[in-house]
């Protein structure tokens, strides 16, 4: 069978999933597309492998009976699904699969998420299993932790098994209610790749994390989602990291409920400065933006009919986007390139992505 999962962009609520926050991504228009079938047993009828095989990374392959999975090996996300679904009691044998993508990879738009969907997709079918969106999400995210060591939130794969064409979604990341969104009538979203990667498996995610774990108990509060905004202004002069920390958590999770407002009364520059506001905020009271991203952002938020700009995902490297009037769209693109190469020296690669359709099968059978 065959199954693809999407990329996605986050528009804003960043660094707000594991805090129990609100955001508001979109899928975009790459995929990860996986092409699975059963491996065949040998002749005592003894399992034998699994096998993935990627046009970009190679080959792998996984004794379920003996093997560890190899947590820095590309593959880990491909057994780690099987071997998750496998432990909840979904079991489908040894299988083959081969894996083709155009998602950029580590460029903060969800390469990894993608492959996790998009093999769970494949093998829930190929286990008779129904498919659900938010239990599948739970599996990749359990991935990530569990077998990657990314301890990262439901966000990336929430947004690539949920996505609902044309639209966003504003996400509660704690009831994990979904509510489809339109961007704004006459807008268009422009993904901006810095060309600048960064591994997200490091200690600055999760030192983050662990950050805002502190604050939230300084606070008593279960997750940052919960506290107001002036409770952090008692917090003593030795937790001044996390109080940022915190500062940044809860205005972000008030712009990403009033950017869904924003683009419900179909206010681009309402949404465009919001956007901008959380690229501030994650710049300096997150710090989790970078040279390239500022300097990308900085040239994206004066560049012509662009409303607002940021960096999207975890950071450090990797994408910003844009949102800009569709119909100066082009110019918008060529002038950010331009000027992109006259400050860094690389050519940005500019994307303009309609809102695009969550995981899916393309074609079922074995
Ligand atoms: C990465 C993580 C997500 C989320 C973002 C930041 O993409 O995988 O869970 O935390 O960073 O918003």
Redesign the pocket.
Known sequence: MVSRAPGRV?LI??????NGGF?LPMAIEFDTVVALSRAKRDRSGRDVVSTVVSEHFGEAMLDHQRDQIDATHWAAYAFGVSRLLDSCGISTGPWRCSVATDVPIGA?L?SS?ALEVAMAAALLHLAGESWDAVATAQICQRV?NEVVG?P?????PLICSSAVQGHASLIDCRSLDIEPRRVVDGSVIAILDTMTRRE?VDSA?ADRRAACARAADWLAVNALRDAPLDAIDGMPDDLTTERRRARHVITENERTLAAANAMDSGDADALGDLMNASHASLRDDYEVSGPALDTMVAIAQSGPGCRGARMT???FAGCALALVDADGAEAFTRSVRDRYRDACGLDADVWLSQPAAGASLIRGGE
């Open positions: 986050n609520g960043e660094h707000t999933d594991y955001v903060s969800s998420a990530e990314m990262c939130g439901i966000m990336d997200l995610y995902g975890g950071g």
